[in-house]
């Protein structure tokens, strides 16, 4: 394993981003265009839009980092960098957190943008602290991430990659607690939710939102879904082909 | 003479059909060695084979006196892959640098490259923006980075203007004497002139080998364009 390496990765996707201003500006604004809409919807029931903001504030950049993980590793595929790649002399983990790394600090940077504008101008409460609802909505973006490389071995298509967005990401969110509290959900819904990571994200955003108990645990969890899905998408990653 | 490559008896096959069967070849070190076939004939499935990224079937091949896919080959082969796999929305320089970080070469390489391959003016350019035969020009310079022993060049001269063939011809030629090898493919005929041996491949099988001079006196043509004819159109 080279940190080298590891950067070296980093730094290429990074460059693309950087080379690709809309999809930085499409990034940052669109999560807080849609923090402001749901602002106005909300604009009689102030208390809903309290409860709702911050469980959206993990959301978005699951979302966002799934879809681009799956696009751009599939991209690789195609167009045959991947395979380029896979013959030199660079490990398939190295690889991987390579676009960790990468996606990580573009995460953060979302993170920090939308969480300061949701308790700036929108003046969303939250009990806890911005800085661990950062380090959430952070641990969120790496766990889109980590789904979005995994699920990507799957996908031959780009279109098969965009569609495991409802059949992956939104089961979870339907399960996760949002829409409900877990504890109405009939019990084998409430089983199969404690298997999934977005639980742990949304039950950790909601502590730091109303500044109850400790997130800890929500934290050592999510952290154990990301090393098993990364460990997961660089098993998944096949050097040869049949 | 020292071996480069050595493919015995290798079969690949892909969805139940056989895509190469049995083939036999020899690649000598420090020399160009051509593959010439038809399209279909299995020339890009026998290269990904010794790069190590295509499943062989049974049979075997020895690269640089490894097993092929061997870990320890991975920093000793550049390979050129038929569509230019680069990264389109970075700089020449930005595509250069990453696969050098990738291999531990130095940055005064990538200067050097850039002027074998002619993209020196063009090194702050978006790849997404150069011309075809501008892109095909980097993805080689990716291939040369790290000063790999054995070049392995699929289809490198496509869509190159006949100067530029010329040009990459030379610095081929260069390369081989610098006691580098080469194994390419091309559909030019004309530019089996310039390989030291060349491996006719039809339908997944060697059809015929040898030297460009020996090939036109087995069939007694006199260029290459005949010679591919006169062996591949009879069976």
Redesign the interface.
């Known amino acids: 394993m080279s940190i080298?390496?590891i950067?070296?990765?980093a730094?290429?996707i990074l460059?693309?981003l950087r080379?690709?201003p809309r999809t930085i500006a499409l990034m940052i604004l669109a999560p807080c265009l849609l923090m402001t809409i749901l602002k106005y919807v909300y604009q009689n029931q102030p208390q809903v839009f309290q409860q709702v903001a911050g469980s959206l504030l993990g959301i978005f950049p699951m979302l966002v980092m799934f879809l681009i993980t799956s696009v751009a590793t599939l991209r690789e595929r195609t167009?045959?960098?991947l395979?380029?790649?896979?013959?030199?002399?660079?490990n398939k983990l190295e690889f991987i957190l390579g676009y960790a790394k990468a996606f990580g600090i573009a995460g953060l940077i979302q993170a920090v943008v939308v969480t300061t504008f949701a308790i700036g101008p929108l003046g969303l409460k939250i009990a806890g602290s911005q800085w661990m609802l950062i380090v959430v909505a952070m641990l969120d973006a790496l766990l889109g991430l980590a789904i979005g490389l995994f699920v990507s071995s799957f996908a031959k298509t780009e279109f098969q990659a965009v569609q495991f967005l409802p059949a992956v990401l939104l089961p979870q969110l339907l399960l996760c607690g949002l829409l409900t509290p877990r504890s109405n959900m009939p019990g084998i819904l409430r089983v199969i939710s404690n298997f999934l990571p977005l639980t742990y994200a949304i039950d950790a955003t909601n502590k730091v939102m109303q500044g109850v108990g400790s997130v800890v645990n929500d934290l050592l969890l999510i952290g154990l879904f990301l090393v098993v899905l990364l460990a997961a998408g660089a098993v998944t990653l096949k050097?040869?082909?049949? | 003479m020292q071996e480069a490559i050595r493919i015995s008896k290798l079969t690949i096959v892909r969805e139940g059909k056989p895509i190469v069967s049995e083939l036999d070849a020899m690649v000598p070190s420090g020399k160009i060695v051509g593959v010439l076939g038809p399209s279909g004939s299995g020339k890009t499935t026998l290269f990904r084979s010794i790069v190590g990224v295509q499943r062989i079937h049974s049979g075997s091949i020895s690269v640089l006196g490894q097993s092929a896919g061997s870990k320890d080959l991975r920093s000793r082969i550049g390979y050129l892959t038929q569509s230019a796999s680069i990264y389109s929305d970075l700089t020449c320089l930005e595509n250069l640098r990453y696969f050098s970080k990738l291999l531990g070469a130095s940055d005064f390489s990538i200067q050097e490259i850039l002027e074998l391959v002619d993209l020196t003016k063009n090194k702050k350019q978006l790849a997404s923006t150069l011309s075809g035969g501008e892109r095909t020009r980097l993805a080689l310079a990716t291939a040369l980075i790290g000063k790999p022993e054995l070049l392995i060049l699929d289809e490198p001269t496509v869509g190159l203007d006949p100067i530029l063939r010329v040009e990459l011809w030379k610095l081929f030629h260069q390369l081989a004497d610098q006691g580098k090898t080469l194994l390419l493919s091309s559909h030019v005929m004309d530019e089996a002139d310039r390989c030291d041996s060349i491996v006719l491949l039809r339908e997944g099988k060697v059809l015929e080998e040898g030297t460009p001079s020996e090939l036109k006196a087995r069939t007694g043509k006199t260029d290459m364009e005949s010679v591919f004819i006169s062996l591949i159109g009879a069976t």
């Open positions: 080298t390496r950067w070296a990765t730094r290429r460059s693309q080379h690709d167009n045959g960098t395979e380029r790649l896979l013959i030199l002399p660079v050097r040869q082909t049949k």
